[in-house]
């Protein structure tokens, strides 16, 4: 009788001590995330009050190269918690009636010294552009710019139309695309606005061009608080 309690009493102790040790783990893996700091493939959210902003969240990583959103993290990087069943509703909301087409993302739930975590994985989409609903009821596509998530141009619509097509691209270099090259040549930018007023041409020819350029790899996107704009490809700058 003894030798049994005895054997009892090691068994929880093993389970006790295996979920103190997976704890601590999982601790150490949150923390290790949350160290990386915000950027192209993390977001840190405090709480969710509006399904809508997550959606953009999801649409971004979803047209971009996927990511993980921390849901219960300050953007300091500090661990607030989250009441776990209310904000998973929200996540999953998000992802099925604020995104289109869905989202497919896996949802786990960690704890923290005794706070809540949200870890939200989302994949790249093989069916972009993946598109939120905005507070008017719009939908709009986002894609991830270092830790901003960015609402795409009609180039980028484009790019991302054209390059699950199979079959290679012919660009045709003509008076239009070379005033395009040679202005970026000088180490300046444009977005689609400067181009058209630049070669004088259509905004629709503006877009195609610009598409062209970037799905060949002749230039390159950058964004941030002003906008979209689309500079000289490293390769090409440092060939001269």
């Known amino acids: 009788m003894f030798k049994a309690k005895i054997q009892i009493f090691c068994f929880i102790l093993r389970l006790v001590t295996g ?3 997976m704890a601590k783990e999982m601790g150490k893996y949150i923390h290790n995330l949350i160290l990386k700091g915000e950027g192209m493939n993390l977001d840190f959210k405090y709480c969710i009050s509006d399904p809508r902003k997550i959606a953009r969240s999801l649409s971004a990583f979803s047209n971009s190269d996927g990511g993980k959103l ?18 998973y509703y929200m996540i999953d909301s998000a992802a099925k009636l604020y995104c289109t087409p869905e989202v497919e993302i896996n949802i786990r739930q960690h704890n923290i010294n005794g706070k809540s975590i949200l870890e939200v994985d989302v994949p790249k989409s093989k069916f972009r552009p993946v598109k939120a609903r905005d507070e008017d009821d719009k939908w709009k596509a986002y894609f991830r710019y270092n830790d901003m998530n960015i609402l795409a141009d009609r180039v980028i619509l ?5 390059s699950d097509r199979s079959g290679g691209l012919l660009i045709r270099f003509d008076k239009t695309e070379n005033i395009l ?8 930018k444009v977005n689609i606005t400067i181009f058209k007023k630049l070669a004088d041409i259509k ?3 503006a877009e195609k061009i610009l598409a062209d350029f970037v799905l060949c790899g002749l230039i390159i996107i950058e964004a941030n608080e002003k906008g979209i ?9 440092a060939a001269g």
Request: charged share 35%; no cysteine.
């Open 19 to 21: 979920r103190e040790i």
């Open 70 to 87: 921390l849901i219960g993290v300050r953007d300091n990087g500090s661990v607030a918690g989250v009441n776990s069943d209310e904000e």
């Open 229 to 237: 704009f689309y500079r000289l490809s490293d390769e090409l700058e």
């Open 158 to 162: 484009q790019v991302w139309r054209r």
């Open 181 to 188: 090259l040679n202005y970026l040549r000088q180490g300046e």
């Open 203 to 205: 905004s629709r020819v």
